[in-house]
């Protein structure tokens, strides 16, 4: 989004004040966490200190994390992010890589095709996505949407939609968008896609369906 980051859109996301989301210390507690590894989130990072863990990677920290502490998958991934954030490798909304993007998802009263044919039916999304321009990449019926997202102000970014189906008039519309800029961005379209999938639901789940 260039120019003010503050109009995402015609429905848009009202600036790009506070933070693109909270460390994932903030999300999983350190009691949490503890019952899951053994560890706090105090002692992971002292381990990680001693091992030299700012001289390594993404994928090494948490390869270390798994292999020589004995942890699953999903608690290496976690303890790695929360490591790179606090030791500021990393900012929230940032991959491992240095890119910036911000994610979304909204459970739905409708079906998995409807949910997508929101995104690449041009009529229904002119009701939910208003002033956003969207031109498909991939699109996979009642799956998934890969798109360029060019917004008001001209920016090109993309957006991928995937589709959980919990039952036949249920789903879950996840949203990833990437390519953003910087961390204000994050928390631009942050709020921008928490008010639009709002939206959608809204939408979908009315009597005057499209």
């Known amino acids: 989004m260039s120019g003010s980051r503050g109009d995402a859109g015609s429905g848009g996301a009202a600036g790009a004040a506070g933070a693109a989301g909270r460390r994932i210390t903030e999300k999983l ?102 002033g956003i321009d969207l031109t498909l990449r991939t699109h996979r019926p009642a799956k998934s949407v890969t798109a360029d997202f060019k917004d008001t102000t001209g920016t090109t970014t993309r957006i991928s939609v995937g589709i959980t189906v919990k039952t036949p008039e249920k789903t879950t519309v996840a949203i990833g968008h990437e390519k953003l800029r910087d961390a204000a961005e994050v928390a631009t379209y942050k709020k921008f896609w928490h008010e639009r999938l709002s939206k959608l639901k809204a939408l979908l789940e009315s009597t005057d369906q499209p």
């Open 29 to 130: 507690s350190a009691e949490a966490l503890r019952e899951a590894t053994g560890k706090t989130w105090t002692q992971w990072f002292a381990l990680l200190d001693a091992w030299d863990g700012t001289s390594h990677t993404h994928t090494e920290i948490a390869r270390h994390i798994r292999e020589e502490h004995g942890t699953d998958g999903w608690y290496a991934q976690s303890v790695a992010v929360g490591y790179e954030q606090e030791r500021g490798l990393r900012e929230v909304g940032q991959s491992s890589t240095g890119a910036w993007r911000t994610s979304g998802s909204k459970t739905i009263a409708t079906s998995a095709a409807r949910a997508i044919e929101a995104f690449t039916d041009e009529t229904v999304r002119a009701r939910w996505l208003p």
